[in-house]
């Protein structure tokens, strides 16, 4: 049974950061890509950050040079990183497993609210 639980979100100020982290359970991790997603209040779910099971990064363009994504495959754990947060950047953030030799992230975490006041 595969499990994801999130934690670190919490309240932040404008120009804060905060760290979120994501441990995993249940499948291979280090053969699979990790991914961070985001639902701001009343919009849909949007990418913010992924990483592949060989380290590449990728990231949404409003996220760039402020996130880092990151993960430690002996703990079975990914993490995002954010600085220089803004009042846009609230929102339920959840990681996600791509399972090495598939095309979607199909194990998603319950989630943790990050709000950034302004």
């Known amino acids: 049974q595969v499990q994801l639980v999130e934690s670190g979100g919490g309240l932040a100020h404008t120009g804060g950061s905060l760290r979120l982290s994501c441990v995993a359970s249940?499948?291979?991790?280090?053969?699979?890509?990790m991914g961070w997603f985001r639902q701001p209040p009343g919009k849909e779910r949007e990418f913010v950050a992924r990483i592949t099971w060989a380290e590449r990064t990728y990231y949404a363009d409003s996220v760039k040079g402020r996130f880092t994504i990151s993960r430690d495959n002996a703990k079975n754990s990914t993490y995002l990183q954010m600085n220089s947060l803004e009042p846009e950047d609230t929102a339920v953030y959840y990681c996600?497993?791509?399972?090495?030799?598939?095309?979607?992230?199909?194990?998603w975490g319950q989630g943790t609210q990050v709000t950034v006041s302004s």
């Open positions: 249940g499948l291979s991790f280090s053969d699979d890509d």
């Open positions: 996600a497993v791509q399972p090495r030799y598939t095309s979607l992230f199909v194990y």
